[in-house]
């Protein structure tokens, strides 16, 4: 008896799903037993149906789904939190199992889809939504599960990890590389949840709330993104013996939850200093296994059609054995949110400020006043002639305190040409 | 209602999963509803037991908990294929699941045990028998399905990893960094199995089996291990811009599966390059997700442990929930393993020879001869004053000529000094 499937969303991800099950088919009843029948696809555009050859399971109406009563397991990936949202949970309270891919749903929703899941008795899987093609979801909820994981750190924004290594490979300006990124097609038109980290943050969210056993919700995840970040800064991170990454951060600590996103300095010796170009990775400590990653391709039709794939043959084995959901939220402890403002590390800061004698020095004093102990400065030339770049690199210092420098200095009259970049070092 | 574990190995792995159980217990049962209790405990050494805190459960004969109707799940940690074959069948046999780390018993009689299982309806998981922490059976099995695994490379064996890096960064002779390794614990006091590759060809059968759907056991690898590899291999791969991996290799070409281990040249730029010291990784292609790494501690206590522990929780949580197994042999292909003669790659060939006029161009000639061509040969000095390298890179040629060439040169008289050392290309 095969298993039926509701497509929603036909294009790059939806299409690779569509070519999957079109090529694989028989392989996967040979080798697993379980037989997978696109039942219906919907979307907005039939074309994209039509291109992949299924035309004729077309609807434009997402109810045709959730309303056919043959239809085993929904996979949603129009992503976003409205009509998503929608079908998620009505998918899953007409007892049909879901696999999405929204990060975004599941950063934000998480809670109530788990708990709708678990009334109507039915799974909930979304590999897709962090890290691509990378299984670390699974591995998070299964293999790695008789540790306390104590950290999960990742580069999981394809976009701005390229135009880091761009800047950083090719000496590439911000705003050039954005446009380049753009052209070909790894940056939305408007491109700020990729460098503005809203991205990255909903996916530390999903996976500190699996590392840790407990929820955490995009709206705790202290996010900055790359916007202030150029090549001087890649350029002096090197000559350092630092990457610059934006990271995705979740530690636990005795305190709580440590969990924020941030271009982020860390040392060159270490494994994901290599991850490059559109690549992902995600690096996990936990008490037993020590420090293990995973790499791979971020995004792209492929990889993330094979994460989706993966949770729909997984969940139609245990459709096609008959078994009840096995694992669902595991999201058992309440444990607190730390405030970014307790972060104790070491900063690396950039300001542009006007080239006159004098105001080294009085930048140098708003630092000392808020106790902040640096251990260099340098001063280099812009390519404006009447502006120069003052780089400190402070020694331990508390967050709370680099945001009071921050304030006084932007407060000050004739001092930040533009905003200061901060890159935070994660040793 | 717990879930009754009987251990059979009490040495330093099965000293990390009664140390896992001792601590996370309790968390097992917030998280994931399942209670696991150690029953019994067996191996030749009550002391061990006893220093774990668990002398009460030792039994020196496992019959103890084969025989024993309450036992639920057996982890077998003495490896070899001996009596360890016997405990794993007859508790299989005995209605009781099993968690083994034991790589040589499952890419030997892998067939067999996956049969018995499957006959008396129990799991049987193998996660720790390859990379140690990481998980990359269970990803394997699971997440990445949906894929055609083109190729499985693998740094699978943590002694000659540390050796080679060891070779490469501090210039160590070979003798001297595995009296090194063999002093750190890395090491046996009888190398073999290491240094052979014979580790490591045990963990490619296994992953092959896996990733492509078909049987690969042991005697199918082609293997040979790092004894000739020398520092000064190691400093003419940098220069060409190679590291070089003990690397287990699997790949499926249209004419069945090529599977093999040898000391392999691997391009600097690839992410695999980074993996050094005691660290294992295991690459994965598959024609959705394209590219993806594993990585992590491929030894030691907690690593191995906490692959161990995975799967039993993993099993635990089924027992709990009244779930059959769900995924079995999965070996439904019958590919045929193409003949190592078949290779077609480039070779990097070092040949310690008298320091005597001639000598150059009459190996150069045995190459001619076979029909491989060379891209380079380079003559450089040895500690003995009476004998030279000479350093031959060739141009894509055949094994079964190399083969031939090397034949020729063991068989010309007084000219090969040692065993040649042969790096074979991996692009």
């Excluded at 149906?49 to 929904?74: K, P, Q």
């Excluded at 800064?233 to 990457?243: E, H, N, Q, V």
């Excluded at 402070?394 to 009259?413: G, P, S, W």
């Amino acid at each position: 008896m095969s298993v039926k499937i509701g497509l929603v969303g036909t294009g790059t991800v939806g299409g690779g799903c569509i070519d999957i099950i079109q090529k694989h088919r028989e392989d996967f009843k040979r080798h697993f037993g379980v037989d997978i029948e696109l039942a219906r696809v919907c979307s907005l555009d039939k074309g994209e149906a039509e291109a992949h050859g299924v035309g004729h399971l077309f609807t434009s109406d997402f109810h045709d789904i959730i309303n056919d009563s043959d239809i085993d397991l929904v996979i949603e990936l129009i992503g976003g939190t409205g009509v998503a949202h929608a079908i998620v949970t009505e998918a899953l309270k007409a007892g049909k199992h879901v696999v999405t891919a929204n990060k975004a749903l599941m950063a934000t929703a998480g809670e109530e889809i788990f708990r709708i899941a678990d009334e109507a008795g039915v799974e909930i899987a979304f590999e897709a939504s962090v890290g691509g093609g990378i299984p670390i979801i699974d591995p998070l909820k299964h293999s790695l599960i008789s540790n306390e994981i104590s950290s999960v750190l990742g580069i999981v924004n394809g976009t701005t990890n390229y135009m880091l290594t761009r800047m950083d490979e090719d000496g590439m300006a911000y705003d050039q590389v954005l446009a380049e990124a753009q052209a070909k097609g790894f940056a939305e038109a408007d491109p700020t949840a990729d460098v503005d980290g809203f991205d990255a943050a909903a996916k530390i969210a999903i996976l500190a709330s699996i590392a840790f056993n407990s929820r955490v919700v995009l709206d705790d995840v202290s996010t900055e993104g790359i916007r202030n970040v150029q090549p001087i800064d890649l350029k002096t991170a090197r000559d350092m013996g630092y990457a610059v990454k934006l990271l995705a951060i979740g530690h636990r600590l005795p305190e709580g939850i440590d969990v924020r996103v941030h271009p982020t300095m860390i040392p060159k010796t270490h494994q994901m200093a290599h991850v490059n170009g559109v690549f992902n990775a995600i690096y996990v400590t936990g008490d037993a296994v020590g420090e293990t990653m995973f790499f791979g391709e971020g995004a792209g039709a492929g990889p993330a059609a094979s994460a989706v794939m993966g949770d729909v043959l997984e969940v139609a084995r245990h459709i096609t054995l008959g078994i009840k959901p096995i694992v669902g939220c595991t999201c058992t402890d309440k444990l607190p949110i730390v405030p970014m403002d307790n972060l104790e590390t070491r900063y690396y800061i950039r300001l542009v400020v006007p080239d006159r004698t004098g105001v080294l020095a009085c930048a140098a004093e708003v630092f000392a006043k808020h106790d902040v102990s640096l251990r260099s400065v340098v001063q280099e030339g812009t390519r404006e002639r009447d502006a120069v770049n003052l780089i400190f690199i402070t020694h331990t210092a508390r967050e709370k305190n680099i945001r009071a420098v921050l304030a006084d200095l932007a407060a000050m009259e004739d001092m930040l040409q533009v905003e200061p970049t901060v890159i935070r070092v994660e040793d």
